[in-house]
Structure formats: structure tokens, C-alpha cells
């Protein structure tokens, strides 16, 4: 007997999502980001836990359930169901889901909370400076910006107040030396660079304590031995990757996944994710994260996307129009990885139509029917190899560790480049040997070239199933490719000589303006 395979752990993360608006298009962003990735390891052996979920704490979303009139529960409980439906709609592999109001989380924090202070790294002070409560962050006089108007802002625009209150604080100054030393240590441990340098050089210039409960309002999980104080909504926002592996239970299957292997972020909460969370985990002893990786933002229409320009862009109406994998498909290909983007339909339609009607799903089309037509619908045989079938055979074979390494290395937008380049290959290569043409010619030829093509095609059917899941899925029913050879370990395996071929459909219809 073999023995079972060990597959290595892989656990990524999502932010977790906060409650107070509606879903829109940066949020399933971050989220699709993250599942292409852990669909990707999932392909190449790994055991993976993914992790999404919401914030539902503090400040900003008791002013939220307040403004619409609701008990916060009540209203948590409502918008949190509005994520759990994108992450639906989306077609997200999460393996869980956590609630920052779920008891599994309000324990797990509670210990954590505990932990630090038995550290000795927490301690009661008096609080007074600005505070934001739309970025639910406390900000030193000479972060603000001025703004056009004369009014003190954060640097994310968020309007400023000041704060005065007893307070619990974490030793943060403490661990400066540390933190300093991982970034050395480590250079991926933040990335991309530009958040690296700047997480770097705000370390560099000295850290402050930072104050980690409040007492002017109580939508928060309660400080132990101090119920007048609820929990910084960040250090409960952040314990949410532990409590849900069933911190502290420190024996739970899951704690096996800690450390994270990726925390996924927007640019904007880098800072909490590479200096406070690694701070916390090494006063509470614990193994750090690998890596924190900083995504961009999407403008919408050259906009961004904002409460008052009432402009944020739910994806369920995308995806009625355009369908949900060339979505995902754009948004993953529309913008370097780490940069920012613009959204535009106009862009959207240009790839879909250029990209995926006219490259992918033609080329599919021209391989699938011409073999449902003139070979039977069986999968062809090899013939002998022609110095054109080795070429784009080892194009194709050489692919997988060139996606692999654009994805480890977070270019996700170049793996899709990368699998592109061999679709333009596949199509040269079948309008140069024509099979139409030896149809009557030379049929053993015309079969030979629709199986190399058909191993192409194929490939590129495997590595395109963590962006686009549901189409390629229906690409690899079309090559008769059974459920359990779909990933990259059963690539030389997944095709059997002249097994039958169901009848193809279109994968890509284009997209026609409506009149
Ligand atoms: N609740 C915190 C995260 C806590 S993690 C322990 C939070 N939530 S958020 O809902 O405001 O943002 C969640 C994620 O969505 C962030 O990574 C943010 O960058 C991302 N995006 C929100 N708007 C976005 C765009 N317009 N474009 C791309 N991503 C954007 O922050």
C-alpha cells in the first residue's frame, strides 16, 4: 500500500469585511484575489485553509445600526448576511467564515486580550489625541492633512476628532527592535516594496504605545475585569485569523494552519496587519505570519468609489450582465497586481469580446467542434512529432511552473499573461497545419495535430480553473477530463486515447451592447 501523501498547509486570509455599508466591488476583489490563490495551491497539492469573514465591531458600525435606526445586533446580522451573498455570488472556496460577534471569536479574543496582559504588555493609561472614526484609527497631529476646506482629515480623508478617555494601551515601543529586525529578516514578510518602504520608515521614525479599548461607546467585545471598556475594534478585527482556527485552544486540528501563510490587505491597512498584528503575536508569544501582501484600489469610471458620489459598484448586477468568471477574469487581469486600477466597462467588454470570445473560446471551439464533426468525437491519437507539435508541446508542459512562480510571487495578472501566451501559440498553430485542410489529405495528420492541441488545450483548461472555475470546469467535461485528474499532479494523465468527447458549446458568448 502507499502511504497517504503529506500535503504541505497553505492558510490565506481575506480582510474581513466591515459591515457598515453594502458589498461592492473592492471587497469582491480582495475576496477573488484570495481564491484564485488558494484554488491555485489547492491544484499544486496543497492543504488549504482559506479564511474570509466580517467586522462587526465598534465605533463606525454602532453609528451605522444608530442611522438606521436598528439595534446593532440586528443590523450586523443583516449586512453580515449581505457578504455571506457576495462570497456566494462570487464563487468563493472559503473554507469558513467568521463573525466578529460570533462567541467563538468574543472567547478567543477574550484570551488573547489576557495573554497580552499576563505578558506584562498591556497597561491603563489616559488617552487624548485625534481619532477617525471611518478608518477606526488614531492618528498623531502631523499624520493629519489639511483640506481644501481648512479642516484637519486623516490621510484617507476620514474628518478627525479629538479623544479624551481612560484607556488601556499595548506596549507597542516595545517592539520596535523586533519588528525592525523581521522586515530585515524577512524581505517578503511585507510587500509589495512600496508598502514595505513605508510600513520600514514608520517603524524606523519610532513607535508610540497604542490605545486598545474605548469607553465612549459599547458595541465592542469587553475588556476582561473591565466592563466599562470595550476592545479596540482593531485588535478584535485582527484576532479573528487565530480565534477561528480555535485560538486558544492551542491542541484545536486547525491551530495546525498557524501561521498564516498570506494575509491578503488593502494598501490602506497595511500598517495594523505588518506592524501591530506581528507586535501582538510576539507579546502573546506566538508564530508570526509569512506574509502580508498589500493590494491596490480600483477608481470606478475614473471615480472613486464613495458614500456621497453614491458610486460603489455591487458585482451581482456585473455579473447578470457579463457573467461571473469574466469578471473575475477582468479583475484579475485588468491590473497589475499591488497597483491600482480603474474600472470601465468599456474595458471590461474589450477583454471579454478580445480575450475570452475571440482567443480562448474560439480556439476551444475551432479544436472541439472540428473533432465532434470529423474525428469521431473520441479524443485523437498522437502521431509522430513534427518539430511545430514539440514546440507547442513544450510550450505548454513548461507552462505550469511558469504560472507557479507568477503566483508565488503574487503576479497574478502574469500568470494570466503567461497562460495567454500560450493560447495565441495554440491558435497560430492550428491556423498554420489547418486541419481542415488534411482532412481528406492525410486524416492521420489531421488527428495528430487535433491531439496536440487538445493537450494544450487542456493545460490551459487546468491553470485557468482558479480564475475562471465554472467555465473551465465545462472545458474539462468537454475533454472528458474525470473530476479527479484536474490538477497539476494528473496533467501527463488527465487524457485517455480515444475516450469520447461530449458534445462542445460555446464557453465565451461575445458581448453585444444592447441597442
Ligand atoms: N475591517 C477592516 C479590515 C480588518 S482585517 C483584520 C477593513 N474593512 S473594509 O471593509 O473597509 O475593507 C476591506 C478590504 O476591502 C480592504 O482590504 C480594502 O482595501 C478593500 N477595498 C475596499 N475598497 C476598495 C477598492 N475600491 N478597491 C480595492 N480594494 C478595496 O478595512
Redesign the pocket.
Known amino acids: 500500500m502507499t502511504p497517504p501523501r503529506i500535503r504541505p498547509r497553505f492558510y490565506i486570509t481575506t ?4 459591515v457598515n455599508g453594502a458589498p ?4 469582491a ?2 475576496s477573488i484575489a484570495a481564491d484564485v490563490i488558494a484554488r491555485f495551491k489547492r491544484l499544486d497539492g496543497f492543504e488549504v485553509f482559506f479564511l474570509t469573514g466580517t ?1 462587526e465591531h465598534g465605533q463606525k458600525i454602532e453609528k451605522a445600526a444608530q442611522a438606521a435606526g436598528l439595534e446593532p445586533q440586528e443590523f450586523v446580522d443583516r449586512n453580515a448576511n449581505a457578504f455571506r451573498a457576495m462570497a456566494r455570488a462570487i464563487n468563493l472556496s472559503n473554507d469558513d467564515f467568521i463573525r466578529t460577534t460570533q462567541q467563538r471569536h468574543k472567547s478567543g479574543c477574550t484570551a488573547l486580550w489576557q495573554k497580552l496582559e499576563t505578558a506584562g504588555a498591556v497597561y491603563l493609561g489616559h488617552y487624548e489625541g485625534w481619532y477617525a472614526t471611518r478608518d477606526e484609527a488614531f492618528y498623531a497631529e502631523d499624520e493629519l492633512v489639511l483640506g481644501p476646506d481648512g479642516i484637519k482629515r486623516s490621510p484617507y480623508s476620514a474628518p478627525v476628532e479629538w479623544v479624551r478617555e481612560s484607556s488601556f494601551f499595548f506596549k507597542l515601543s516595545a517592539f520596535q527592535d523586533r519588528l525592525l529586525a523581521l522586515y530585515d529578516q524577512n524581505p517578503e514578510f511585507i510587500q509589495p516594496a512600496s508598502s514595505r518602504n513605508e510600513i520600514v520608515a514608520f517603524v524606523r521614525a519610532g513607535l508610540r504605545d497604542i490605545s486598545i479599548s474605548r469607553t465612549s461607546f459599547s458595541w465592542g467585545v469587553p475588556v476582561p475585569g473591565s466592563p466599562d471598556h470595550v476592545m479596540y475594534v ?1 485588535v478584535d ?2 484576532a ?2 487565530i480565534t477561528a482556527m480555535g485560538y486558544p485552544d492551542m491542541q484545536a486540528p486547525r491551530m495546525a494552519f498557524w501561521p498564516a501563510n498570506l494575509h491578503l ?5 497595511t500598517r ?1 496587519h505588518a506592524v501591530y498584528w506581528p507586535a501582538m503575536l510576539m507579546a502573546a508569544d506566538l508564530p508570526l505570519p509569512c506574509r502580508v501582501f498589500a ?5 470606478v469610471e475614473g471615480e472613486k ?1 464613495s458614500k456621497s458620489l453614491n458610486n460603489a459598484l455591487p458585482v451581482e448586477p456585473l455579473i447578470a450582465e457579463f457573467g461571473l468568471d469574466p469578471l473575475r477574469y477582468f479583475l484579475m487581469r485588468e491590473m497589475p497586481f499591488g497597483n491600482d486600477g480603474d474600472f470601465s466597462r468599456r474595458a471590461l467588454i474589450n477583454r471579454l469580446n478580445d480575450e475570452l470570445a475571440n482567443d480562448l473560446g474560439n480556439l476551444a471551439q475551432r479544436i472541439l467542434s472540428f473533432i465532434a464533426k470529423n474525428a469521431d468525437g473520441a479524443l485523437p491519437l498522437h502521431g509522430l512529432m513534427t518539430e511545430a507539435d514539440f514546440l507547442l508541446l513544450s510550450h505548454a508542459r513548461s507552462l505550469p511552473g511558469r504560472v507557479r512562480d507568477a503566483i508565488d510571487g503574487m503576479a497574478l495578472h502574469e500568470a494570466l499573461d503567461q497562460i495567454w501566451k500560450l493560447v495565441r501559440s495554440a491558435n497560430a498553430y492550428i491556423d498554420h497545419q489547418a486541419p481542415w485542410a488534411l482532412r481528406k489529405t492525410d486524416p492521420l495528420r489531421m488527428a495528430a495535430v487535433l491531439r496536440i492541441l487538445c493537450d494544450a488545450l487542456l493545460v490551459i483548461g487546468v491553470l485557468l480553473q482558479p480564475f475562471m472555475p465554472t467555465t473551465m470546469a465545462k472545458l474539462l467535461d468537454f475533454l472528458a477530463v474525470p473530476p479527479n485528474a484536474r490538477d497539476l499532479a494528473a496533467l501527463e494523465s488527465a487524457l485517455t486515447d480515444g475516450s469520447r468527447l461530449p458534445t462542445p458549446s460555446g464557453l465565451f458568448p461575445r458581448f453585444v451592447e444592447p441597442a
Open positions: 480582510p474581513i469585511y466591515y461592492h466591488i473592492g471587497h476583489y480582495s467586522d482593531w478585527a485582527l479573528n485569523y490587505v488593502g494598501k490602506e491597512i495594523f493590494n491596490g484600489w480600483w477608481t468609489m
